[in-house]
């Protein structure tokens, strides 16, 4: 099963231009959703307008180089490792989950426009199936694992959190059902079912972009190199400068601090990294 071409098989029933124009379709729905969202939240005016606030408030101006290396940074430690996660099983779930889902969308994409009659398609039926059994592994982990542990959510697993949940629980009923279909290949009625539920999940996940958080994967990255900039520019999103409380001109312009804390203030201790980074 894993090494066949699903997608060859359906060809007999479906043309290849039907499916191909169906995923054009999930694209086209993707970019309008995302472009809805970006609108509905004003996510692109702040962002430009938080820009141009640490442009001004910037103490020094970024060279190109080093613009480059935060941008290296921000695809290697952002998005292809999830660092922001500090919860080791939080990351790897996520992990999973996203390197399945690249996976199954690109395979899918490559199976249907350039190998959609031909069963034996190289290596992508194998990847398609291991995108689908990723995301499902991540995605199960996160949903009855994770997000129960109270640590974190503490969501009963039964719970559905309306839009909250909507963009997991399609990435899951998606890669379910197209492993399902794959599995029960020639079965007849229920295999044609498995892959109603299939093409149902698919669509509700991609057309449902303005309303689910699919959108913010495309923001995200963004906004953490434009993150970077800010806190090497001197900028600092208007955050106060990190001082040495024992500095005496420190002391003159905050006297509080020699007040109540004396002329040599205490080590105030590890502070919120004293607990191991059990949450997400």
């Given at each position: 099963m894993l090494t066949s071409n699903p997608f060859a098989e359906l060809s007999a029933s479906i043309s290849p231009g039907v499916m191909q124009a169906y995923v054009v379709l999930m694209i086209v729905l993707v970019i309008v959703g995302t472009v809805l969202d970006m609108m509905?939240?004003?996510?692109?005016?702040?962002?430009?307008?938080?820009?141009?606030?640490?442009?001004?408030?910037?103490?020094?101006?970024?060279?190109?180089?080093?613009k480059?290396?935060?941008?290296?940074?921000?695809?290697?430690?952002?998005?292809?490792?999830?660092?922001?996660?500090?919860?080791?099983?939080?990351?790897?779930?996520?992990l999973f989950t996203m390197y399945g889902f690249v996976l199954f969308v690109v395979s899918t994409a490559v199976l249907i426009f350039g190998y959609a009659t031909e069963p034996a398609a190289g290596v992508w039926p194998l990847l398609w199936h291991l995108g689908a059994l990723s995301l499902c592994v991540g995605g199960y982990w996160f949903w009855f694992a994770i997000r129960v542990d109270v640590a974190a959510e503490g969501v009963k697993?039964?719970?559905?959190?309306?839009?909250?949940?909507?963009?997991?629980?399609?990435?899951?009923?998606?890669?379910?059902?197209?492993?399902?279909?794959?599995?029960?290949?020639?079965?007849?009625?229920?295999?044609?079912?498995?892959?109603?539920?299939?093409?149902?999940?698919?669509?509700?996940?991609?057309?449902?972009?303005f309303w689910s958080k699919f959108a913010h994967m495309f923001f995200k990255p963004a906004a953490a190199y434009q993150k970077k900039c800010i806190?090497?520019?001197?900028?600092?999103?208007?955050?106060?400068?990190?001082?040495?409380?024992?500095?005496?001109?420190?002391?003159?312009?905050?006297?509080?601090?020699?007040?109540?804390?004396?002329?040599?203030?205490?080590?105030?201790?590890?502070?919120?990294?004293?607990?191991?980074?059990?949450?997400?």
């Open positions: 509905h939240k004003k996510s692109a005016q702040y962002f430009f307008e938080n820009a141009e606030r640490a442009r001004k408030d910037a103490k020094r101006t970024l060279g190109a180089a080093e480059a290396g935060m941008a290296i940074t921000t695809v290697t430690n952002e998005v292809l490792t999830s660092s922001e996660f500090k919860n080791t099983r939080r990351r790897i779930s996520h697993w039964y719970n559905f959190n309306g839009r909250g949940d909507l963009f997991i629980v399609g990435l899951l009923s998606t890669a379910t059902f197209a492993l399902l279909w794959s599995l029960t290949m020639g079965a007849g009625a229920l295999n044609t079912l498995l892959f109603v539920l299939f093409i149902a999940s698919s669509t509700v996940l991609f057309g449902t972009v806190m090497a520019d001197g900028s600092r999103e208007n955050l106060p400068n990190d001082y040495d409380l024992t500095d005496p001109a420190v002391q003159a312009k905050f006297p509080d601090i020699p007040e109540y804390l004396g002329k040599n203030p205490p080590n105030m201790g590890l502070g919120i990294s004293r607990e191991a980074p059990r949450h997400y």
